[in-house]
């Protein structure tokens, strides 16, 4: 298992659930990736798309900034 990071900050959506999509394609499954984002609607769109895809969301964290989104890839990726 290993870690990784996605900076979409800036992007509007759907782009943040669509890069996170992109990046999650090439992970393995029970890697780890935090997203960071600035778009409010990537809080609810993220944990959305994660259930219905199998993977789990394990924190949330609230930054100045914006916020990051760690997301526990699932084996049906």
């Known amino acids: 298992m290993s870690h990784h990071y996605l900076n979409a900050e800036r992007l509007l959506c759907p782009m943040p659930v669509i890069r996170t999509q992109d990046k999650v394609k090439q992970l393995q499954a029970g890697d780890t ?5 600035t778009d409010p609607g990537a809080l ?6 994660a259930r219905i895809h199998g993977h789990e ?4 964290q609230t930054r ?9 890839v699932g ?3």
């Open 44 to 49: 609810h769109d993220i944990p959305a798309w």
């Open 33 to 37: 990736l935090a997203i960071s984002c």
């Open 57 to 60: 969301i394990t924190e949330q």
């Open 64 to 72: 100045e900034a914006g916020w990051v989104i760690t997301v526990r």
């Open 75 to 77: 084996a049906s990726h």
